[in-house]
């Protein structure tokens, strides 16, 4: 049974930063696309960035060159480095994968639907 486990949260004041991790286990082969997103109170869940096994990279533009999404392999595991953060950047995040190990990382905007296993979130507060 696949599993994904967020840790890294916290509540920073703005610029500052906060690295996400997420643990992935229970599958065979590890997962081609993983993902980070994000959902706000009151607001959609929304698609922050994917990382396909080729290196492939996917930002939503609002992170864009503040955010850094990367993997471990070896360690079955996903990052988000985020820099500069700021109140808007107030969420809970989550990772995210699709449930077939081998599909590729979609084409931007991230659609929750292409994602089929999720961990269960970490808080990130961002004051000001």
């Known amino acids: 049974q696949v599993q994904l486990v967020e840790s890294g949260g916290g509540s920073v004041q703005a610029g500052g930063s906060l690295r996400l991790s997420c643990a992935a286990s229970?599958?065979?082969?590890?997962?081609?696309?993983m993902a980070w997103f994000r959902q706000a109170p009151g607001k959609e869940r929304e698609g922050v960035a994917a990382i396909d096994r080729d290196g492939t990279t996917t930002y939503v533009d609002s992170v864009k060159g503040r955010f850094t999404i990367s993997t471990d392999n070896a360690k079955n595991t996903l990052y988000l480095q985020m820099n500069n953060l700021n109140p808007e950047d107030t969420a809970i995040y989550y990772c995210?994968?699709?449930?077939?190990?081998?599909?590729?990382?979609?084409?931007?905007?991230?659609?929750?639907?292409?994602?089929?296993?999720w961990g269960q979130g970490t808080q990130v507060t961002v004051s000001s």
């Open positions: 995210a994968r699709p449930e077939t190990w081998y599909y590729a990382c979609p084409p931007a905007p991230l659609r929750v639907g292409y994602f089929g296993y």
């Open positions: 229970g599958d065979t082969y590890s997962s081609r696309c």
